[in-house]
């Protein structure tokens, strides 16, 4: 087994990872795809939906941060452009860059997202760029037969932390059943102890919990119950000093550029809205360490069905 960290796919991010992302050739087409469409006002990727449409500026801070950045392209280290790879299932994604950069690359993909909104949208742009992409609204806690051995492998980025505990079991049989025999499943969740209050679904604004995994044994004793197995290592067997790294690498410079990151709200955004937003952004900026980025870091891991 190796002993560079590294090298390791099933593991947290390293601060190592910061600088191969600065340096990743798909990170910076990301990028290039999130400002093509900002340019071309295709209403994705660009901020909130729930009142106004956030120009996130040149910094791309929201959707392409550098911890999603890794998230991102850390699934084609498994792929590495293996045409048995074809057609995808995204969980919990319609509104994020991933879907539309696979997509873009001549994936066969669907994604399953419990808000209509950005189903809508998702199709919206599909029809419109013409990709082999379409969105159903969907709940994965529950069978969807519909699915069952149709993709080559299936991608759930920091979704998991938004399912309770109680339910992930199911999400990773769901999925399961989606794979055809051989097939990847990719997936990565915030990895720490964050506990975060204070986020509202579109549909009905009422107040959601969204707590950090602590736990990875936990989370791979569930994927190994329903019969998935790990490529290239178990994580249950990292060592010490990897399984405590539970604050993201450079935490405190992110998080500035996250609060110092300059957005336009449009005319329609009603005044309680942009003072909340302004006075959140203030609060940020006066404590740093409060950041959800120092009580969490981001974890990856590849398992798949076997043959």
Known sequence: MTTDPSALLSRPMLQSDLLEVANEMRAHQLRRLVRDYRDSALPVMNGGFAYSNIAEGEEQMFTCNPYRLWEYTSLFIALKGASEYRRFLDVGGAGSPLPYFLAEAGFDGTAIDLQPLLV???????????????????????????????????TCISVLEHIPASKRARVFNTI????????LFYMTFDYGTYVERDAYTLENEHREESQSIGDVDEVANALEACGFRFVGNDPRTLDSSLRGLMSSPAARSVTWRYSMNRSAMDAATPWPIVLKYVL??????????????????????????PR
């Open 120 to 154: 809508a949208v998702c199709n919206h742009v599909a029809t419109t760029r013409r990709l082999p992409l379409q969105a159903v609204i969907g709940d994965a806690t529950k069978p969807l037969p519909e699915f069952n051995g149709r993709f080559d492998f299936v």
């Open 176 to 183: 399961y059943k989606a794979l055809r025999a051989g097939g």
């Open 280 to 305: 959140k952004r203030l609060l940020r900026i006066n404590r740093v360490r409060d950041s959800r980025f120092f009580h969490h870091n981001f974890f990856r891991i590849f398992v798949e069905k």
